[in-house]
Structures are given as structure tokens and as C-alpha cells.
């Protein structure tokens, strides 16, 4: 019987093989190679070895899939609107993460949206972006994201130029090949022919389509189809040398600057949060992000249901790694409500699921005009966050607006706000609430502290035996109603968290009543401070006879604590 590490190479050939695996004193079984000679193939139990020329396979110079996300380079997908730049970029991350919708006269995407591309072995960032158009009017929308997607070109390490090819080399591909020159002299786009399949049956339409690409001056074009993975072969090709060339001038610089020094520095133990910011249209939840991130990250502006895609972000906050998703303008979906608008609701829904911590972003001005905190809309999110067991926290923005002549609205407001929340969620009791304003970049720190706490007092446990301690003062202090038909609950643990949840043993066929359940949690959260989470009770019935054999094991554990504290030797130890 061979080792593990040989019975993996058995069934591929051509398997790389890197000398410092092969261990010594194999004799015949492995013919030792030279350096730098890999493995070619396997006959009659015995490994020949060949060199790289003789191979023709080229070595690996980095392995992508051990390499942290922080660390891999940035590929940008960039084109005019509607050639299948988000059709790609879900391609490549292997899910279906950005919003494909076949609107010719609208833009769907208008943020950027990053992910983590799986091709083959090739890991790498890559960026989906919003279509350029170069007739766009100053200060419009279509200005404001070709202005986003040249700060972030200039971040990127490479480019890949889509193109229709159904509708051959259009003019506006021409200005946008010009748009890269002038803004990304520095990055030589793959130009890519996307939505190849319509020509499987007419290779010499394709040709010409090609003919008609390398007018752009970026080389030869790759043929594929997003919708249906023809041609990422190729792509893997044109890409990989690329990337790692890119990948090992950056090592030689990083071995350079290190000088040989070492990183001691401690890996970070606190676990990731995922926040979720979630609203009403036009209330400020993109310009809370880019006030978190503390960058221009996603496109912000006065139009109501400016966000459509749900742009996912990251950042360290006091040594943890926070996972933020903005997510479009809230809305309740109707039959009549079609296209990317629909699309946006359902992606929306799906992040508040994924959700650790919710924020709910308020409008401070609509809540003084109407006097109101909380409208239909802003209700049912908070009671789904509440319902599917995910911290909330209330923000209400825009407190710069109430100032000047209408500064008498501010303490009304800061007033009013938590009572209502109280009196319209009252399955969750004293939920934060937090004032800001995001254009001013103020309450940055208060919001962040205030997720923090929630999240951890969402995954807080608590041990058993304090839990059957705080039960026996709890059960004392509550006035049943009948003390002979009571159910008795003989003991309390929880069973998990994230949110807290807790099941109480209860003796015989008699369960506790709504009444009584909220009476336990009411206890549960001021007794151990997990206000403004929610937290679930569940109930289990115990029999006569489990009920004897649980009290036999408390009084034998009983039994066996005052021996030991009986005994000065154990106690003076």
C-alpha cells in the first residue's frame, strides 16, 4: 500500500509534484529527480520525473487559494451599459450576488460591487461596475458613477473590456476604450466578446466581430458567454500569467521592504460581524455607509431609490472585521411592481436574513413633519429582524435638519422616538436608539459601539448553574395565580445563542402560560442585561420519573460538595 501523498497523485497525470515533498531513501519507487524536474507521469507503480521544457508545463509560481483575501490583486469589469458586465461578475463568484435585469434604455447597476472570483485555481478580486456613458450630463447620475469608477480603475491592477458581440464594435465602445486611455493609461484591458453563443453555428460572424475588436487597440479578443460559461478557458489563460507576474513582483517588493523582520503582532480572536442597513428610500443608509467606511464607496445623492444592487463593504472597527451591506430603498412589493425595482426588494430580504445585527435607518425630518417615528414599512422590517431573531438597532439621520428655527424639534424628537418604538415592537423591550447625522459624518463612533453591544449580547451564554440560581429567586418573587394548579419549572439551561435561546424544564403535562414566558423573559433581560435583543423560551415537559432522577443527581452533587468542604486538607489546597 502506497502513503496518502502518493495515492493523490496516482490519478492525475501531469501532477506537480514540488521537490520538497518527495521524501528521501524511495530508492527505486521514486527516481529521485533534479531540481526543479516534475512529475510526469506513473507506470507500473514507478513516478518519472521530466523537466519543465520537456513537460511543457509551465510551473506555479502562486498558489491563489492559500492566499488571504486582503492580498489577492483586483480585476475591474468595465463597458457601456447593458454587455453583460454583472452576467460576469456572477460567473466568476459562482453565486448569484448582483442584479441581472435586460433593460437596454436603463442602468441596473450603479454601485460598485466587489467579490472574490473562483476561476480554476485563480483566485482574485474582481469588481463589477455601472456602464459608462460618455454623453452623460454634468451632475447627473451617469456622471456621478463614471467619476466613482475612475477612482476606483486607479486602485485596480487589471481590467476587463466587455463588448456585445450581437452588436459587433458599437461607437460608444470606441469612447470608452478612449475613457480608459485618458483615465487608466497605466492598466491594458482584456477585451472580452461577451454573448458568444448566438455565433456556434457561424464561426465567420465571429471572426469578424474579432476583426472588428482589435480596431480597440488592447489586443486580441476572448470569446465568451457569462450565461452560459462558454469561453472561460480562455479567459483562464489570458488571465493567469498576468496575475502572476503581478503576484511575484509584489512578494520581491514586500521580501524588500520587510528586510527580514518578523510580524509578531496577534491574531485577531474577536469573531466577524455582518450588518445589514436597511430603510425606507432617501433616508441616508448609503451615505451612513460611506460615513462608516469613511470613503466615497457607494453612490449617494438627493434621487429617492438611488441604490438598487446591495453593495457589500468591509472595515476594522477596535479589532474586528465588520461585514456591511447596504441595501436598496425598502418597499412593499406588489403585482404590478416588475424589473430591477422587484429584484431590489427580494435581494433586500435576503440580507436582512444573512444579517447579524439590523440597522434601521430613520428620517429625522419626515419624523417631525408627521409626527410619527415609524411608518407601514419601517414597522415591518423591524418585526421581521425581530421574528427571524436578529439584533436591532433604531438610527434615526438627518438631525442636522433640525436646527436653526426648528431646534425645538430636537429634544422633541430624541423624546418621542423611543417611546413610540416601545409601544409598536413590544415584543422586544428597550431597543437602542441612536441620533445622528451621516452627511456630517457624526455619531460614526455611537453607532459602531452600539451594534458592537447588541451583537455581543446576542451571542452571549450564560452557564446553567446561574441560570437555576436566578430561577429559584425568580420563581419566589412572581405572584401565580393559583399555586396548586401552577406548573412548577424545575430547572433552566440554554441550549444556544445567537439569539439567546433558553428551555425550562417544566414537571407534568401543565405548560406556562404567554403570560408567564413574558414574565421570564421581562426577568431574564433586566436580571442579565440583554435589553434590546431577542431572546426565545422554549418548553419541555419532564416526567414523574425523570423528575426523581434529576433530583437524586442535585442531591448526591449536594452530598459530594459538603464533603469536600468538610475536608480543611481539600479546602486549605
Known amino acids: 500500500m502506497y502513503p496518502p501523498w502518493i495515492r493523490s497523485v496516482m490519478p492525475r497525470v501531469f501532477r506537480r509534484v514540488p521537490l520538497a515533498s518527495v521524501p528521501p531513501g524511495w530508492g527505486s519507487i521514486l527516481s529521485p529527480p533534479r531540481e526543479g524536474w516534475i512529475l510526469k507521469d506513473l507506470v507500473r507503480g514507478r513516478f518519472r520525473f521530466c523537466s519543465v521544457a520537456e513537460s511543457g508545463v509551465e510551473p506555479v509560481m502562486v498558489d491563489f487559494t492559500k492566499l488571504e483575501i486582503s492580498d489577492l490583486p483586483s480585476v475591474i469589469l468595465v463597458g457601456r451599459p447593458?454587455?453583460?458586465?454583472?452576467?460576469?461578475?456572477?460567473?466568476l463568484i459562482r453565486r448569484r450576488e448582483a442584479l441581472v435585469f435586460n433593460t437596454p434604455d436603463d442602468h441596473v447597476t450603479r454601485d460598485i460591487r466587489e467579490g472574490v472570483a473562483k476561476l480554476s485555481d485563480l483566485r482574485f478580486k474582481v469588481l463589477d461596475s455601472a456602464g459608462l456613458e460618455m454623453a452623460a450630463t454634468s451632475g447627473s447620475i451617469l456622471d456621478r458613477t463614471a467619476a466613482m469608477i475612475a477612482k476606483v480603475l486607479n486602485r485596480s491592477q487589471?481590467?476587463?473590456?466587455?463588448?456585445?458581440?450581437?452588436?459587433?464594435?458599437?461607437?460608444?465602445?470606441?469612447?470608452?476604450?478612449?475613457?480608459?486611455?485618458?483615465?487608466?493609461?497605466?492598466?491594458?484591458?482584456?477585451?472580452?466578446?461577451?454573448?458568444?453563443?448566438?455565433?456556434?453555428?457561424?464561426?465567420?460572424?465571429?471572426?469578424?466581430?474579432?476583426?472588428?475588436?482589435?480596431?480597440?487597440?488592447?489586443?486580441?479578443?476572448?470569446?465568451?458567454?457569462?450565461?452560459?460559461?462558454?469561453?472561460?478557458?480562455?479567459?483562464?489563460?489570458?488571465?493567469?500569467?498576468?496575475?502572476?507576474?503581478?503576484?511575484?513582483?509584489?512578494?520581491?517588493?514586500?521580501?524588500?521592504?520587510?528586510?527580514?523582520?518578523?510580524?509578531?503582532?496577534?491574531?485577531?480572536?474577536?469573531?466577524?460581524?455582518?450588518?445589514?442597513?436597511?430603510?425606507?428610500?432617501?433616508?441616508?443608509?448609503?451615505?451612513?455607509?460611506?460615513?462608516?467606511?469613511?470613503?466615497?464607496?457607494?453612490?449617494?445623492?438627493?434621487?429617492?431609490?438611488?441604490?438598487?444592487?446591495?453593495?457589500?463593504?468591509?472595515?476594522?472597527?477596535?479589532?474586528?472585521?465588520?461585514?456591511?451591506?447596504?441595501?436598496?430603498?425598502?418597499?412593499?412589493?406588489?403585482?404590478?411592481?416588475?424589473?430591477?425595482?422587484?429584484?431590489?426588494?427580494?435581494?433586500?430580504?435576503?440580507?436582512?436574513?444573512?444579517?447579524?445585527?439590523?440597522?434601521?435607518?430613520?428620517?429625522?425630518?419626515?419624523?417631525?413633519?408627521?409626527?410619527?417615528?415609524?411608518?407601514?414599512?419601517?414597522?415591518?422590517?423591524?418585526?421581521?429582524?425581530?421574528?427571524?431573531?436578529?439584533?436591532?438597532?433604531?438610527?434615526?439621520?438627518?438631525?442636522?435638519?433640525?436646527?436653526?428655527?426648528?431646534?425645538?424639534?430636537?429634544?422633541?424628537?430624541?423624546?418621542?422616538?423611543?417611546?413610540?418604538i416601545e409601544s409598536v415592537i413590544p415584543q422586544v423591550k428597550?431597543?437602542?436608539?441612536?441620533?445622528?447625522?451621516?452627511?456630517?459624518?457624526?455619531?460614526?463612533?455611537?453607532?459602531?459601539?452600539?451594534?458592537?453591544?447588541?451583537?455581543?449580547?446576542?451571542?452571549?451564554?450564560?452557564?446553567?448553574?446561574?441560570?437555576?440560581?436566578?430561577?429559584?429567586?425568580?420563581m419566589s418573587r412572581h405572584s401565580w395565580k393559583d399555586q396548586a394548579s401552577s406548573p412548577k419549572v424545575k430547572y433552566f439551561t440554554q441550549v444556544k445563542a445567537r439569539p439567546p435561546t433558553f428551555i425550562a424544564f417544566v414537571s407534568g403535562k401543565t405548560q406556562l402560560s404567554d403570560t408567564d414566558l413574558r414574565f421570564l423573559t421581562k426577568s431574564l433581560k433586566e436580571d442579565f442585561d440583554l435589553a434590546g435583543i431577542p431572546i426565545r423560551i422554549m418548553q419541555r415537559s419532564v416526567s414523574k420519573k425523570d423528575d426523581y432522577n434529576s433530583s437524586s443527581s442535585v442531591q448526591t452533587s449536594s452530598r459530594t460538595v459538603r464533603k469536600l468542604l468538610s475536608d480543611k486538607r481539600t479546602v486549605d489546597a
Open 82 to 91: 447593458n454587455v453583460g458586465k454583472s452576467a460576469l461578475f456572477n460567473r
Open 158 to 420: 487589471f481590467a476587463i473590456f466587455l463588448i456585445d458581440a450581437r452588436v459587433g464594435l458599437h461607437p460608444m465602445d470606441m469612447e470608452v476604450g478612449r475613457w480608459l486611455r485618458k483615465y487608466a493609461p497605466q492598466i491594458k484591458p482584456i477585451v472580452v466578446m461577451n454573448k458568444s453563443e448566438a455565433f456556434n453555428d457561424d464561426s465567420s460572424s465571429l471572426v469578424a466581430v474579432a476583426t472588428e475588436a482589435r480596431k480597440l487597440g488592447f489586443g486580441e479578443p476572448i470569446a465568451i458567454s457569462a450565461e452560459t460559461g462558454l469561453g472561460m478557458a480562455e479567459l483562464y489563460k489570458s488571465l493567469r500569467p498576468l496575475l502572476e507576474t503581478h503576484m511575484s513582483q509584489e512578494k520581491k517588493g514586500t521580501d524588500c521592504d520587510t528586510d527580514g523582520s518578523i510580524n509578531n503582532e496577534p491574531e485577531n480572536s474577536k469573531l466577524p460581524l455582518q450588518l445589514a442597513i436597511v430603510g425606507r428610500p432617501n433616508v441616508g443608509k448609503s451615505t451612513l455607509l460611506n460615513t462608516l467606511l469613511q470613503e466615497d464607496r457607494v453612490l449617494v445623492g438627493p434621487e429617492a431609490g438611488l441604490t438598487r444592487d446591495s453593495v457589500r463593504a468591509q472595515f476594522q472597527f477596535q479589532g474586528r472585521m465588520v461585514y456591511l451591506v447596504d441595501t436598496a430603498g425598502w418597499l412593499q412589493r406588489t403585482r404590478k411592481e416588475k424589473g430591477p425595482a422587484s429584484l431590489s426588494i427580494v435581494q433586500s430580504r435576503k440580507n436582512l436574513m444573512r444579517a447579524h445585527v439590523v440597522a434601521l435607518v430613520l428620517d429625522a425630518e419626515e419624523i417631525a413633519n408627521e409626527r410619527r417615528s415609524m411608518k407601514h414599512a419601517e414597522v415591518v422590517i423591524a418585526r421581521e429582524a425581530v421574528e427571524e431573531g436578529r439584533g436591532l438597532v433604531i438610527i434615526v439621520n438627518k438631525m442636522d435638519l433640525l436646527r436653526g428655527d426648528r431646534a425645538y424639534l430636537y429634544e422633541k424628537v430624541m423624546k418621542v422616538v423611543p417611546e413610540e
Open 430 to 474: 428597550s431597543i437602542p436608539v441612536v441620533f445622528i447625522s451621516a452627511l456630517e459624518g457624526k455619531g460614526r463612533i455611537d453607532v459602531m459601539n452600539q451594534v458592537i453591544d447588541t451583537y455581543e449580547k446576542w451571542c452571549s451564554r450564560l452557564p446553567t448553574a446561574r441560570l437555576n440560581r436566578w430561577l429559584c429567586k425568580v
